[in-house]
């Protein structure tokens, strides 16, 4: 059985910093596209960022500059650094990767990882 498991949300002030990570366990052959999505209260989910098995990253207009998304493959795990924090970052953070396990080949979703912006 294949889990995500994201870590690092809390509170933080406006201007803030905090690193999420997303470990992957389970019987995994191999880890393409990884990838971190939001949702805010009364919002649709939204992708933040993406990354590729080849490190190519691709960023949300309202993060660029002030997020960085990055893996670890050796170690199927992925991070979002998040600098500059402003109080609409506050949401629910997921990871989603797309994974080919010993039973399918699919995306998987973490549970989130609730982080607030706040003074």
């Known amino acids: 059985q294949v889990l995500l498991v994201e870590s690092g949300g809390g509170l933080v002030q406006p201007g803030g910093s905090l690193r999420l990570s997303c470990v992957a366990s389970g019987i995994i052959f191999s ?5 971190w999505y939001r949702q805010a209260p009364g919002k649709e989910r939204e992708l933040v960022a993406t990354i590729t098995d080849s490190g190519s990253a691709n960023y949300a207009d309202s993060v660029k500059g002030r997020f960085t998304i990055s893996r670890d493959s050796a170690e199927n795990t992925e991070y979002l650094q998040m600098n500059s924090l402003k109080p609409e970052d506050t949401a629910v ?3 989603g990767a797309r994974i080919v396990s010993s039973s399918d080949n699919r995306v998987y979703w973490g549970r989130g990882t609730q982080v607030t912006v706040s003074s």
């Open 31 to 35: 880890i393409t596209n990884m990838g």
């Open 93 to 95: 953070y997921y990871c």
